[in-house]
């Protein structure tokens, strides 16, 4: 009986769709089970498919998954779609066809491609953000967001009806919250007193998410908005364009309130330590000051001041000049008319590199000298005020106190315009040279300027100095985070609609009852010729407060011709959510998929509480993770969520490269040279399909010939009639052709193969080579394994009593796989189970007492091969939730130990003893053994040395 993997893994494939084997159990159902719940980052649905790079992490997780259900847990491991996203909208631009119906296609291939590798997904529980069912919720979530302030004095997010209910009672001087900058202060009488309007418009000063102008990466050719994590290198991921930096009124989310606590959580969570350190770079913490500097120019109509946070207060008296950010406020007010073109153009030429382009140039030094002249707070002196791009206006307050003897790159800064109008001589503060105090003031460096700083360290000297300021009223000490606000509109189509509606330009929430509000139709999905987002085109988008139901656009604008308080339709926003914001709380939707009054039910999230395990890339550190502990710790405070964090642990799966193919193009012909032969001549290197080459380097010629047209016509010089091509290890991607399809290996070797192989690269962590050639190993260690259950006759199993090494090779493999599925260590278990299966083909191993458990211990790695085993030996049902085999130490304690038998050091033969012998019985034995006497000729050795479990050497 031969084994057929296609026959086998499509019947368990339908076995357990039929019998929704892998359905978790609600909390009702549960019966007091411990429940388990591991996560795969939500894929995005793309056109191309899955490639053998990425089950990866999907084959790791479904291996915990299983293993959890053979140790008596109820799992939860829920599959869906990330579906809304730029590429499916720019693949409609491109092609005319709805970002639904491409999207539904896309899944549809995902589906069949993760089917056929046997995930134990429970299917049941299935999301996709696209559907309204979904987004009515991400849309609810945005309104409680709007409807919650940031009360610092509780330290979490509450009812924007408290903070109203202070502003009534005494006013907003004594309120604690995050918000605004420059928020003005109003009594109690003076809010009562204000208009329903002007109360909303204080009040998003103060919402954790609200209306703002912000600088936001703007693409036009894309014509959205696109987050840091968009741009590579200066232009869209998405397409390779220019992205430039513009003033924009957008959705923002106050995500800047939570900095403290999502740093604070980090030491809750088993992530790896470079994730923790990604965020905690991202977020920034830094304690220092905030200084005001005064603006002296004339010109200047009002006082005006520019505020810098610095972390060395103390080097205060070393400021020589100050930089903005070229979109600061205050340049176009304080910039003189004699500099006035000169900071326009550097403006303009700013505005072309993104902001992680700018962070990330440490070379180029580039400026402009506003004409203006700020005071100095201590000494009075005027301080030049220049603008850089190397100062972000969304980080600090977009401004920076330059000291050059300092701060290299201050020195930089100030020594490339040195001589040059409004750069003034570099001041040395420190008892050091410029050349060595250049790179950073130290601790323990003495201050010489001011003589009530004078012989005090850096830490004295700070405190000292803040306290100066504070009594000037010109700073006080501050805690300040690098983490901005997070821009959340998006000039797409393709995305969740805000459930906003618009009354004199100030936003409105529908209420729940209302929602979803529904994606509309448009005819294109291009922003609109005034500039609009796409949703500017749809003919059916305004709100009837009356109906409360989305109407045509003419009844809003017969309407708006006129004044009419009665008026009941009005403006829906255009913009649209982003991407980040359906996958930032899906794990929770995934634990009550299918309720239609809650996200999910109380019962259900205090059952399941957060992720056990989750698996996905380290690409996600700053955005994806980042966004879902701020969403997760909001719904925590407002009653939601019944944690703090959303995942307990957190595993990267490295990357699975691709062995890419070349072949080599004479330079300036159509005449191509194989591997060997390339150094007699001047190469070109191209990269082709490596699915035409076999496992010894030899291309395919007539497949070759027809794969693109340059290849038809070509000339071959070959190595005796073979073509060879060079290899190379790289990213796998349609770029390089070197694209492996997991449908071929499936199809050819078996989706358990698939999952063993993948797993036998390597830890999972690290990036590691794909090599198709690799497989056939892995191939035919489960062929050998069907050996040990079939003849060619069918079923070879036996009730006999398996010998001690039987079990001794069985209770190894169960202590190996259960400590390296516990550690998360999958790729020496899969070795382990090699040297099993040959360990028992060479005992003639067929004992139902040692195949049985085998199976249940292989079968979260090869589930399909184990399901049709246990089949085989007679059960009825799945084996998924058969117990996991328990590891008996008995069955490896050594009772014999071979001894190796020397005589003056060499060794001429072993003999088998009882370990629990004496030495004076190992050398009785020995001595009365024929060979010993054979190899003595009748002499009397001189001694006999024993080392009890090791040796025996006769010397003499």
């Known amino acids: 009986m031969k084994y057929f993997h296609n026959e086998i893994e499509a019947k368990w494939r339908k076995y357990w769709a039929d019998n929704q084997t892998f359905a978790a159990e609600n909390p009702t159902e549960a019966s007091g089970k411990p429940k388990y719940y591991v996560l795969d980052m939500f894929p995005y649905p793309s056109g191309a498919g899955l490639h053998v790079g990425h089950p990866l992490g999907y084959i790791a997780s479904d291996i915990v998954a299983r293993y959890k259900r053979h140790k008596g847990f109820n799992v939860l491991h829920p599959q869906g779609y990330d579906s809304f996203g730029l590429p499916a909208e720019q693949y409609a631009i491109q092609t005319g066809q709805h970002p639904d119906k491409t999207t539904k296609e896309n899944i549809a291939r995902y589906r069949e491609q993760l089917d056929k590798i046997g995930f134990s997904f429970d299917w049941s529980r299935e999301v996709r953000t696209s559907n309204a069912d979904y987004y009515k919720w991400t849309q609810w979530i945005f309104i409680q967001l709007f409807n919650s302030w940031y009360n610092n ?19 907003n001087a004594t309120v604690n919250a995050v918000c605004d900058e420059g928020i003005t202060v109003f009594s109690s009488s003076e809010w009562n007193a204000f208009s329903s309007e002007q109360q909303q418009r204080i009040l998003l000063q103060y919402r954790l998410t609200y209306l703002a102008e912000t600088e936001v990466n703007w693409c036009p050719a894309l014509g959205t908005v696109l987050a840091n994590d968009e741009i590579v290198n200066g232009v869209s991921e998405r397409g390779g364009h220019p992205v430039i930096r513009k003033k924009m009124t957008q959705w923002s989310m106050r995500i800047s309130a939570y900095a403290e606590r999502l740093l604070q959580g980090l030491e809750t969570i088993d992530w790896t330590e470079s994730l923790k350190e990604s965020q905690r770079n991202w977020i920034g913490k830094s304690v220092g000051a905030m200084v005001s500097f005064n603006v002296t120019s004339s010109g200047v109509e009002k006082p005006l001041q520019i505020d810098v946070f610095t972390t060395r207060p103390d080097t205060i008296f070393g400021v020589t000049f100050m930089t903005l950010a ?167 189509y393709w995305g969740e609609p805000f459930p906003v509606y618009y009354v004199n330009g100030l936003p409105q929430m529908i209420d729940l009852k209302h929602l979803p509000i529904v994606l509309p139709e448009v005819e294109k999905y291009l922003p609109t010729e005034d500039g609009q987002p796409p949703l500017g085109n749809a003919t059916v988008w305004a709100w009837d407060t009356k109906t409360n139901s989305v109407v045509s656009n003419e009844f809003l604008s017969s309407r708006a011709e006129s004044r009419d308080e009665n008026k009941t339709v009005f403006p829906l926003e255009l913009n649209t959510m982003p991407g980040w914001a359906g996958s930032s709380w899906y794990w929770m939707r995934y634990m009550d998929a299918h309720n239609e009054n809650e996200f999910a039910s109380k019962e259900a999230l205090a059952y399941w509480e957060n992720v056990d395990l989750y698996i996905g890339g380290s690409e996600h550190a700053t955005g994806h993770l980042l966004y879902s502990r701020f969403w997760n710790k909001f719904l925590k405070d407002r009653g939601f969520a019944p944690t703090e964090e959303p995942f307990k642990k957190l595993i990267n799966q490295g990357m699975i490269l691709g062995m890419s193919a070349i072949v080599y193009r004479i330079s300036g012909t159509n005449k191509y040279v194989s591997k060997n032969l390339k150094s007699d001549y001047e190469v070109e290197e191209i990269r082709v399909d490596v699915n035409i080459v076999n496992a010894s380097d030899e291309i395919d010629l007539d497949k070759l010939r027809n794969w693109i047209p340059e290849f038809k016509t070509a000339e071959f010089i070959t190595e005796n009639g073979r073509y060879i091509v060079g290899r190379e290890v790289e990213k796998m991607s349609k770029r390089w052709y070197n694209v492996v399809n997991p449908d071929d290996i499936c199809e050819e070797y078996g989706a358990d193969t698939l999952r063993l192989y993948e797993m036998f690269l390597g830890p999972l962590e690290q990036a590691k080579p794909w090599n198709t050639a690799g497989i056939t190993g892995v191939y035919g260690f489960l062929k050998k394994l069907w050996r040990l259950y079939f003849d060619d006759n069918g079923l070879i199993v036996t009730n006999d009593e398996p010998t001690a090494e ?11 796989a259960t400590e390296d599925i516990e550690n998360f260590s999958f790729n020496t278990s899969v070795s382990q189970f090699m040297i099993c299966v040959n360990e028992l083909a060479q005992q003639k191993c067929h004992h139902r007492a040692i195949l049985e458990p085998l199976a249940v211990v292989l079968s979260p790695y090869a589930p399909h091969i184990a399901e049709e085993l246990w089949s085989a030996l007679g059960y009825a049902g799945s084996i998924a939730k058969v117990p996991f085999p328990i590891f008996e130490e008995k069955y490896l304690v050594e009772s014999e130990k071979e001894y190796p038998v020397s005589f003056n050091g060499k060794m001429r033969f072993t003999m088998k003893l009882p370990l629990d012998l004496t030495k004076e019985q190992i050398e009785e034995i020995v001595m009365a053994d024929e060979r010993t006497q054979n190899q003595l000729q009748g002499r009397t050795p001189n001694k006999v040395i024993i080392v009890p479990g090791k040796i025996i050497n006769l010397v003499g």
Request: net charge negative; aromatic share 10%.
């Open 153 to 171: 004095d509780t330290n979490k997010a509450e009812d924007i009806a408290t903070l109203i209910a202070l502003f009534e009672k005494e006013g």
């Open 326 to 492: 070229p979109e600061h406020d205050l340049v176009a007010k304080i910039t003189t008319p004699e500099q006035k073109e000169a900071v326009e153009a550097y403006i303009e030429a700013t505005s072309k590199r993104s902001e992680r382009e700018r962070m990330a140039d440490v070379k180029t030094i580039s400026g402009v000298f506003t004409g203006a002249y700020a005071e100095h707070p201590f000494t009075k002196e005027p301080i030049p005020v220049w603008i850089g791009d190397y100062v972000l206006a969304g980080y600090g307050t977009g401004a920076v106190m330059a000291v050059p003897c300092g701060d290299e790159r201050d020195y930089a800064f100030a020594n490339f315009f040195k001589g040059t109008k409004g750069m003034p001589e570099i001041k040395n503060i420190f008892n050091q040279d410029i050349s060595e105090a250049a790179f950073g003031a130290k601790e323990g460096f003495e201050l010489v300027d001011s003589d009530f700083l004078n012989g005090l360290g850096y830490k004295e000297a700070t405190k000292k100095v803040i306290e100066a300021l504070e009594k000037m009223g010109q700073g006080k000490g501050k805690t300040n985070y690098r983490l901005r606000d997070a821009v959340f509109s998006r000039q797409r």
């Open 806 to 816: 039987m079990y001794k090779s069985l209770h190894k493999t169960i202590k190996k």
